[in-house]
């Protein structure tokens, strides 16, 4: 059995902030085959489901997940990286006050570009789950506002991210009959492992479903 428990440790930045920890990180708890078994996930009361294999796990910690947004961290020696899911994303505009909702995801890109703060890439078309989305990564421009209970510069409403990380952020509009009109799906890392890390979270992306009541 894989033991699993919270510890306090400092970042970078030297704010203290909450880890999780695995005393075997390098051994999937649940495996068949030989492979990580991919946990399911509901979102949005099943409007939105994902599957997330090994060494993704649902974060417990209080400030990172609510009825509009949850958190997978990687229990792999490496919890600070992060899989965020938001829906109906606002923008966060300098002196941490959040914007007007955007119309569409194209608009929400074209808001979060313009956003001081933040240094983004020009959006590229990509699907997921089926459907039309908008891929773009973002990093905190110097001297970016800081907010929140982590006190990093912002994206959009619960999702930020740190000088020297990078975030992989998918934006979309969400069919009609769900709840929600736009979700965000943002994947952050450390530069250095980013692309590992893009790899990593490549499953979870893969196996987004959204149903219509």
């Known amino acids: 059995m894989v033991e699993q428990r919270f510890f306090i440790d400092p970042d970078a930045t030297g704010r203290l902030r909450l880890d999780f920890y695995s005393d075997t990180p390098d051994i999937a708890p649940t495996t068949e085959n030989g492979q990580a078994v991919a946990v399911p996930y509901g979102f949005l009361n099943g409007e939105v489901t994902f599957a997330a294999p090994w060494p993704w796990d649902y974060s417990w910690a209080g400030w990172d997940h609510g009825p509009t947004w949850t958190t997978l961290i990687s229990s792999n020696h490496r919890p600070w990286e992060r899989l965020v899911v938001v829906a109906d ?121 959204f149903r219509t009541r």
């Open 89 to 209: 994303p606002r923008p966060i505009e300098t002196g941490c006050q959040q914007g007007p909702a955007a119309a569409d995801a194209e608009a929400l890109a074209r808001t979060i570009r313009s956003d001081p703060d933040l240094e983004a890439t020009s959006p590229v078309a990509v699907r997921v789950a089926g459907i039309e989305a908008l891929r773009m990564d973002v990093v905190a421009a110097t001297g970016a506002s800081v907010c929140g209970v982590a006190g990093t510069p912002q994206v959009v409403t619960e999702t930020g991210l740190d000088h020297g990380e990078r975030m992989r952020l998918y934006l979309l509009d969400l069919p009609e009959g769900l709840s929600a009109r736009i979700l965000a799906i943002a994947i952050v890392a450390h530069d250095g492992r980013f692309e590992r890390v893009l790899e990593a979270a490549a499953p979870i992306v893969d196996s987004f479903e």
